[in-house]
């Protein structure tokens, strides 16, 4: 256990569903992230935040809605998705300092059908 | 951006073999650089990270991993693997000021008993 943790961990949903991705850290970090996971393809980073704030959007569609609504809970919200959307989606945080270790989740396994 | 390419998509080899895991980034600036392993069914853990110093660090599980700043490499090694070393690895870079980490698509390494 990392001090991290996500909800759910396997979420298959249809291209007009709505559903959002949760994720918690038990570390008293400042930073939070999402990333993507695709296979055999590097980790793609999305959003990331400080303090609440977002500091880093990644050239990420719409369809992807992150929302902080404090240091410790970070949402991915989730709508109209693609089938090529279908990754393991990854939470990560850190104390804040750009050069502090990032913390991973398990990651959200999503299929999109 | 800085790009990380790992150069073996995927490793097979015996108990007690050695395992020399390559790493290159492409930035001309300071760089920290991490190796992360994912074991599976499990998230994504840090082995060791370089931020200044020696340039040869020691990790857990007795994996170290040689910064040569002249070569832009980080490669990772370990003298005798296990079974249980079998998993993927990732190497990943940012640069000193900023909180993005540039991951390598990994590589897989599976240890036959």
């Known amino acids: 256990e990392t001090g991290v943790t996500q909800t759910p961990r396997h979420l298959v949903m249809g291209m007009t569903n709505k559903k959002s991705l949760k994720c918690e850290q038990h570390?008293?970090?400042?930073?939070m992230y999402w990333y993507k996971q695709s296979a055999k393809k590097p980790l793609e980073l999305m959003f990331v935040?400080?303090?609440?704030?977002?500091?880093e959007n990644n050239s990420v569609p719409s369809r992807f809605s992150p929302e902080c609504p404090n240091s410790s809970h970070l949402f991915l919200h989730l709508h109209t998705l693609q089938p090529e959307d279908s990754a393991l989606y990854l939470c990560?945080?850190?104390?804040?300092?750009?050069?502090?270790?990032?913390?991973f989740g398990p990651g959200t396994r999503l299929t999109v059908l | 951006a800085q790009s990380v390419s790992q150069h073996n998509h995927h490793v097979i080899l015996s108990e007690a073999a050695s395992l020399e895991l390559g790493c290159n980034y492409s930035?001309?600036?300071?760089?920290?650089l991490f190796w992360y392993v994912q074991y599976p069914g499990q998230h994504l853990q840090l082995l060791l990270k370089?931020?200044?110093?020696?340039?040869l660090v020691k990790g857990i599980k007795g994996f170290e991993a040689e910064f040569i700043k002249s070569k832009f490499s980080f490669n990772l090694r370990k003298p005798s693997v296990q079974w249980s070393d079998t998993a993927e690895y990732f190497c990943?870079?940012?640069?000193?000021?900023?909180?993005?980490?540039?991951f390598g698509a990994g590589t897989t390494v599976t240890v036959r008993a």
């Open positions: 935040y400080n303090f609440k704030e977002q500091t």
């Open positions: 570390l008293g970090h400042n930073a």
């Open positions: 990943a870079v940012n640069t000193i000021g900023d909180y993005k980490l540039s």
């Open positions: 990560a945080s850190s104390q804040g300092e750009r050069q502090d270790e990032q913390f």
């Open positions: 370089y931020f200044s110093g020696d340039p």
């Open positions: 930035y001309g600036g300071t760089v920290n």
